[in-house]
């Protein structure tokens, strides 16, 4: 009998080297032969065993991924032996040690339980790993009627106990995901563990087997094969059991699979783990979704007593995050009235409001914008280039959202050179992520740098941009500054901004390189960089990009060594520079109508407005029935707390500020007026009427509204979604003499409904004087500069100026 | 044996390594390191205000070398890590007992 079991070994072992290295085949039909060829070794050897033995009342299952039949070449056998209770002439421990001692002599990887029915089914409540195995559980020999019988019972519990049991797998896929990294932007990606591996493949199947949500399919099936095809490759090469796909060995995988070389292996690989890992992240919220709303039910069954029909779902709450999009249930999605199909910059705005809200893109959403949107003009208008620089200034948040345009081919449609980078691997040492990751990651990491720049939209936009010529032929950078002009124009920003984009892509490495690599003692290093950076705004703009992408690239990229040697340099470049005057905003020639208003205000005492609703460059066919924003000009006699009443009445009409200037002249030697141009667009599309917008800024001119107790009311009755956590805000005090006449604050903070209403309640507290002001919103940042002079009408002193701005920043917090 | 340590401005590494290529040394280890010397660091002004630097960043740099080629190592790391300003850095040797390369096993100069 053991020379037959001997025979029998050698002989499977035999065809099982054949068909792993001899035969033709491959993929899904070699992982089946050799789950066969294996079933009918281990079904002979347990034959004889039970003949031997005399055993009775037994079966042998294969679980987990043998149990599905698909077996790789260094795959662990999982194999329960399922047994009657009672064991008293101990001839099951005997049966077992004849299964698994021939495997083991093999030098096979064995998994293995001896286990009754019943055992089984409770080690599988109590072990979620053990219950997906079961799950997949197969009959291999013995008594079939024992394996029907355990798979039908294990997969009745499962369904049963799903309402518990599916959010602890979630929780599980969600540490096994922060542990092990995302499988699509790694470079060394573990093809089984990783977010988007096949272990989350093999969840979707159970949470399918719930019956509770089933996963989106298309493409799922193809994806998983991929990734088992390299991955028995990858056990083929390295001859080990190894999931991970390194980088020495990638060359040898991609040619046993065929593939041109490694870096289409690894596009390949991504592309296959994007999909399951959108897969997974669209079930898991269905999955959630489903659990709240059977938790929400019972409660209204008892309320309603026990009708058979409990009556209608209340229709869920539904928030409004922007212009066409609400939250529900946790995602961002369409509002009712949303018209993706005339409304181009819907995607992105979409996007945007999901990304500052910290919430998912829900898939329908995103389906249907891929379906219906229509291409934006190019170049873009500006609603959609803000709109952008508001997806990638939130953050952490950004990423899934990208992700999930990502997946549906939107940002492509965006952004056509972005095809390039997408999937991109990098073989390269100090890069952790693809190229497109790696690119998202630096806006991300760019978006927490944002109050130190005075232009974060070009920070952000550059973060995006800076490898966007890796993939073309010649040095990156290059490549990269004539697309990124080209990406530039076309997403809508103007020549000068275009140009600094350029400059800043083209010369994305000269910082970091010259900091670590020259002597920065050497006058002409300092020259050098400070005739190729130009000026100090573009000096701010490529530190903050230097630092993002390097926190970018990986733990070796960034270390306090390299941020003190680029601190070292940026400080002496600076000092080369001329400061940069800011423009002084107050002095240029007021427009005749600008004059007439103000004349206007002078002779009756109140505040005269115009109204001017602007358009941006039509779409070509049908004209936009919607004016995308409004230009209001306010002339008011000078007096405190201008800049609050102003922007707390716009706050109140729900007019978000998009960029302002004020500055003061005197028409008629009765006084100063106070010059308000702002251009403000609606929070939520509708724009107010001229008479109740002039009405409510009399009112709080002259006192008779309180607009804080309206604004805090609001705010009551209405509260905001607290979304994403933005950098501080930020005042500072302009360096240098930027002006002669006024000293110049800056601040920077997360824009936000009344912001500017504040910021003027702040300075007016500190009994400063605002001459003049030039307010910008960039994406999610206001940036506004406030020349101000004290009760003496000149520039504040150096200490006074620095503790008005502490003050203000304190009030901001 | 003689393990020569060189710490250094950074910006000296390319031409150390240059010259220790045409000098025939095939291996070196560069780590990033910070410290300071005689200077005790400097002070800067950025910004309007004046800090102390006192952790200026150098560059640490290991060869192994057969003791007869040890001085003239030194001579050559020197030169080309020379600018005659405040902060160059020292270079320095110390005796080693053994050495082996992991992939063959072979031992003492050989593995060098």
């Given amino acids: ?203 979707l199947r159970a949470v399918a087997a719930s019956w509770l949500a089933d996963a989106p399919r298309e493409g799922l099936e193809e994806a998983r094969t991929r990734l088992l095809d390299a991955r028995d490759a990858l ?20 040619a046993a699979l065929g593939l041109l070389d ?3 292996l690894l596009r390949q690989v ?29 409660r209204r069954r008892g309320l309603l007593g026990r009708g058979r029909t409990a009556g209608a779902a209340p229709p869920p709450e539904r928030v409004p995050l922007a212009e066409g999009v609400v939250e529900q249930e946790g995602e961002a999605v369409l509002a009712l009235a949303a018209k993706p199909d005339r409304d181009p910059v819907l995607p992105l705005r979409a996007a945007a409001a999901a990304a500052q809200a910290g919430l998912p893109l829900s898939l329908h959403a995103v389906r249907r914008l891929a379906a219906a949107a229509r291409p934006l003009p190019v170049p873009w208008p500006a609603e959609a280039r803000e709109q952008l620089v508001t997806l990638l200034g939130a953050g952490e948040s950004t990423v899934p959202v990208w992700e999930a345009l990502e997946a549906e081919g939107l940002v492509t449609r965006l952004i056509p050179d972005w095809e390039r980078v997408r999937c991109r691997p990098q073989r390269n040492a100090v890069h952790r992520f693809t190229v497109d990751r790696h690119l998202v990651e630096a806006a991300v990491q760019a978006a927490g740098l944002t109050r130190r720049v005075h232009r974060p939209d ?41 140009d600094t984009l350029a400059l800043l892509v083209r010369h994305h490495l000269l910082l970091i390189d010259t900091a670590t690599r020259r002597d920065l003692d050497d006058p002409e290093t300092i020259r050098t960089v400070a005739e190729t950076v130009r000026d100090t705004s573009t000096l701010e703009l490529l530190a903050a990009l230097t630092e993002a992408d390097a926190l970018a690239t990986g733990p070796a990229a960034w270390s306090t060594w ?28 007021p427009t005749a109508e600008e004059e007439r208003l103000a004349i206007e205000a002078a002779r009756t005492g109140g505040p005269v407005l115009a109204l001017h609703a602007y358009t941006e460059e039509e779409a070509e066919g049908e004209a936009r029935q919607q004016a995308l924003g409004v230009e209001l000009l306010l002339a008011v006699p000078d007096r405190p707390h201008l800049v609050a009443r102003a922007a707390g009445v716009l706050a109140l009409h729900r007019l978000t500020v998009r960029a302002a200037d004020l500055r003061a002249f005197d028409p008629i030697g009765e006084g100063p007026v106070a010059l308000l141009s702002w251009r403000v667009s609606a929070e939520y599309g509708a724009l107010p009427e001229a008479a109740r917008l002039r009405a409510d800024l009399a009112r709080a001119f002259d006192g008779s509204l309180d607009i804080e107790a309206r604004l805090a009311e609001r705010e009551a009755a209405y509260p905001r979604r607290r979304g994403i956590t933005p950098p501080p805000p930020r005042v500072t005090v302009a360096p240098g003499h930027t002006s002669q006449t006024a000293t110049v604050l800056e601040v920077r903070a997360h824009d936000a409904p009344g912001l500017l209403h504040r910021i003027g309640l702040a300075l007016a507290s500190t009994s400063v004087t605002v001459r003049s002001a030039r307010i910008s919103t960039l994406g999610s940042n206001a940036v506004d500069a406030f020349y101000v002079v004290g009760k003496d009408g000149n520039p504040l002193p150096d200490a006074r100026a620095a503790e008005v701005a502490r003050q203000v920043e304190a009030a901001l917090r | 044996m003689k393990l ?87 270079v320095w040797s110390l005796p080693v007992d053994t050495a082996v390369r992991v992939r063959t096993g072979e031992r003492g100069p050989d593995a060098l």
Wanted: with cysteine; aromatic share 4%; net charge negative.
């Fill in chain 1, 458 to 498: 070009l920070l952000l936009t550059a973060a995006l941009l800076h490898d966007i010529g890796k993939g073309w032929p010649g040095d990156h950078s290059e490549a990269g500054e004539v697309i990124a002009r080209d990406v530039a124009a076309r997403i809508g920003f103007g020549p000068a901004d275009v």
């Fill in chain 1, 235 to 254: 056990h083929l090469v390295t001859g080990r059991a190894t999931d991970r796909l390194a980088l020495q060995e990638q060359d040898q995988v991609a």
């Fill in chain 1, 262 to 264: 490694a870096d289409t």
């Fill in chain 1, 562 to 589: 390299r941020a003190s040697l680029l601190a070292d340099l940026v400080g002496r470049v600076a000092g080369a520079l001329d400061t940069g005057a800011l423009p002084e905003s107050a002095d240029s020639e």
């Fill in chain 2, 4 to 90: 020569i340590t060189a710490v250094v401005k950074p910006h000296r590494l390319d031409e150390i390594k240059e010259a220790l290529q045409a000098f025939g040394v095939h291996g070196l280890t560069v780590t990033e390191a910070s410290g300071y010397g005689r200077q005790r660091g400097h002070t800067e002004v950025y910004r309007g205000a004046e800090y102390t630097v006192d952790l200026v960043p150098k560059i640490r740099i290991e060869v192994l070398v057969e003791d007869a080629d040890a001085d003239q190592l030194i001579e050559v790391v020197v030169k080309a890590a020379r600018t005659g300003k405040i902060g160059d850095g020292k």
């Fill in chain 1, 1 to 203: 009998m053991t020379e037959s079991v001997e025979a029998q070994g050698h002989s499977y072992a035999a065809a099982r080297l054949r068909l792993l290295t001899e035969e033709a085949q491959s993929g899904p039909p070699r992982r089946a032969a050799l789950a066969r060829l294996t079933d009918q070794w281990l079904a002979d050897l347990a034959a004889d065993a039970a003949r031997a033995t005399g055993a009775g009342g037994w079966a042998l299952l294969a679980v987990g991924g043998y149990g599905r039949g698909e077996l790789s070449p260094r795959s662990d056998l999982d194999l329960v032996l399922l047994h009657e209770p009672g064991d008293a002439k101990g001839s099951v421990s005997a049966l077992a040690d004849r299964l698994w001692y021939p495997v083991w002599d093999l030098g096979l990887a064995l998994d293995h339980s001896v286990r009754t029915p019943a055992e089984a089914r409770k080690t599988a409540a109590d072990d979620l790993k053990v219950q997906l195995g079961l799950l997949d559980a197969r009959h291999l020999a013995g008594d079939a009627a024992m394996t029907a019988g355990l798979r039908s019972a294990v997969l009745a519990d499962w369904r049963n106990q799903a309402p518990q049991r599916l959010p602890a797998l979630h929780e599980l896929c969600t540490e096994r995901a922060e542990r092990q990294g995302e499988l699509s932007y790694l470079l060394e990606p573990d093809l089984k563990e990783a977010r988007g591996g096949l272990r989350d493949a093999t969840t």
């Fill in chain 1, 270 to 298: 991504y592309e296959a783990a994007r999909r399951i890992a959108y897969a997974s992240d669209v079930t898991w919220r269905e999955v959630d979704r489903v659990l709240r709303s059977r938790a929400a039910r019972p």
